[in-house]
């Protein structure tokens, strides 16, 4: 995973050059109480890192062929004429896939922490574009960072349902994949509230 | 309902004297295609409302019970001195298990984006305790607004299948209410981000 992972451009997941995470260790322990994430949980999520890591590509085309579909969205990845950028596209696309395995299979430390926060960052002003040279809005609005919890969520579903897993096993996956976006989701939130966070 | 919510301290869901949201018709229309809420979630959203009618002090028993057993959670209800505020917390339960019926049963118009600005309003300095005149934390961080996407959707379900539907239709209900709290959540996020909406 490392060595593919090295080869995602813009992929600087545990890179020097970070900015550090504000969020503290207590603070990310709150927040998985208050999205319910327990031990069980952990294990769940791992299932689900298993069963995903050989369909990421086609999940992503689940999420792509939706964005592709909404030009209100797909337009934070358009350049000023209008037109999606399609090298912008695929980079970001290559790192949405091993944000799945991240999330899936990382522990959630402070490296973890800091790539959320870059990650987050991406989304604004602060970054967005940076990392790709892109010539595209200059911003991700919230409202849509947020209501992305219910598709990446919901489609999610049947590709854990594809590898013969019971349905107690298929639910429990899904369930810790619904409380690990929500919360990943909330640290996203992060540069765009200040102390409003 | 009306004569009900016209009771309902601090309720003015439709008053002449709140702010206008400045969530436009097509920022909303955006927002439900963007939660994949179409026509089958507005009828599924009815029923939902239907089914909770009369389980709206049950569900908001076992949200209370949440929030109480977490001392991070409870502590924005509560005094300079740490202790809960009683009256406040009656308050709120009184509004919130009627947004458990706004939700389900208003038409999503103007007067319902305005009062959820009130809502979004009510959760940061601007307006929090203000109703209630509560010496409580002067906001909600965001982060638990949003991680609050997971319990609020996930607790529901059981209330959802106690009237006899369908596996089926109690599924499409679920996903209604999530996709309609989702959309709520991001609603509520706009005063948090001001131009990063």
């Not at 080869?7 to 900015?19: D, K, N, V």
């Not at 769940?44 to 890591?53: K, S």
Request: proline residues 6%; aromatic residues 12%; hydrophobic residues 40%.
């Amino acid at each position: 995973m490392m060595e593919a992972a090295a080869e995602i451009p813009g992929y600087t997941y545990g890179s020097e050059g970070l900015q550090r995470s504000p969020v503290s260790d207590d603070d990310l322990e709150l927040l998985k109480q208050t999205v319910l994430f327990g031990e069980d949980d952990e294990r769940y999520l791992r299932m689900a890192g298993d069963v995903l890591r050989d369909q990421v590509e086609d999940v992503l085309d689940v999420w792509y062929g939706f964005v592709a579909a909404h030009p209100h969205l797909v337009r934070y990845f358009a350049g000023p004429d209008g037109a999606p950028i399609d090298a912008y596209l695929a980079r970001v696309r290559a790192r949405f896939g091993q944000w799945i395995r991240d999330l899936c299979e990382r522990p959630w430390d402070r490296a973890w922490l800091d790539y959320q926060e870059e990650i987050a960052l991406r989304h604004t002003p602060a970054k967005k574009n940076k990392t790709d040279e892109a010539d595209a809005p200059d911003r991700i609005p919230l409202r849509y960072v947020i209501a992305f919890v219910y598709p990446i969520t919901a489609t999610v579903r049947e590709f854990l349902a594809r590898k013969g897993h019971s349905e107690q096993e298929v639910d429990a996956m899904h369930q810790a994949w619904f409380k690990a976006v929500t919360l990943s989701v909330a640290l996203w939130s992060r540069p765009y509230a200040d102390d409003g966070w």
